[in-house]
């Protein structure tokens, strides 16, 4: 059973530009969550998609913003790229959704913003 | 919002010693799930508690959501240099949708 695909795994962007991070949940499952990951501030909440709904949002600006696909696949978008935006962006399936606390996460998009 | 508190930070120990590791909160949570990270890859979850006081185990490692419910440890016995990693706790509290996540504890093992 393939796991969680992120795509790309790695980027580097200049600041003021844009960029969009895919993710590919576990065949069957219906929820797709992203975190951002970094060393000072560890595992933070951006969104999570229910059956192309966003369900739940973390205490992002509205730089951030996320979509959900027919086929469960998700986008993240983030807008005016800032240097502290550089960070592991990680996506996690679940078959019914974090209520569950039973994520399955990608291997990440690492982003470097310069 | 809601915050947990992840402690130690970090581990430095001998390859055949225990581990132990903690999250606290100062509110209560309904789920306590403790996950491992890998360099390079994504975290993974490798214990989930759903009620208060169950006592959990997966192979050597044995997780317990406190009485409280308001913390969680979680133990490695015998710990082989495999156990390397970083180790979070991550909690959801009865109006949450959202998991949160401690900061981590950073685990190294000394053969």
């Known amino acids: 059973k393939a796991g969680v695909t992120q795509t790309p795994r790695y980027l580097i962007k200049t600041r003021g530009q844009q960029v969009t991070l895919s993710c590919s949940p576990i065949?069957?499952?219906?929820?797709v969550s992203w975190y951002q990951q970094t060393p000072g501030q560890g595992l933070q909440f951006l969104f999570e998609y229910f059956s192309e709904t966003q369900r739940n949002k973390g205490n992002f600006p509205g730089r951030f913003s996320g979509r959900q696909f027919s086929n469960s696949r998700s986008e993240m978008n983030v807008s005016t790229l800032e240097l502290g935006d550089s960070a592991l962006y990680l996506c996690?399936?679940?078959?019914?959704?974090?209520?569950?606390?039973?994520?399955?996460f990608g291997e990440g998009s690492r982003l470097t913003v310069l | 919002g809601q915050q947990l508190n992840q402690s130690p930070q970090s581990m430095f120990i001998q390859e055949g010693e225990d581990v132990s590791m903690n999250c606290t909160s100062s509110s209560i949570f309904n789920t306590w799930l403790w996950y491992k990270q890998d360099p390079g890859e994504g975290p993974v979850l490798l214990i989930a508690?759903?009620?208060?006081?169950e006592l959990t185990s997966n192979g050597r490692l044995t997780a317990q959501f406190g009485i409280t419910r308001k913390d969680s440890f979680l133990n490695i016995s015998a710990s082989i240099p495999s156990d390397v990693g970083i180790y979070f706790c991550a909690g959801q509290g009865p109006n949450q949708g959202n998991l949160i996540f401690g900061k981590g504890t950073k685990l190294s093992v000394k053969p």
């Open positions: 065949s069957g499952h219906r929820s």
């Open positions: 996690a399936s679940s078959k019914t959704g974090m209520n569950t606390g039973e994520l399955f």
């Open positions: 508690l759903y009620k208060a006081g």
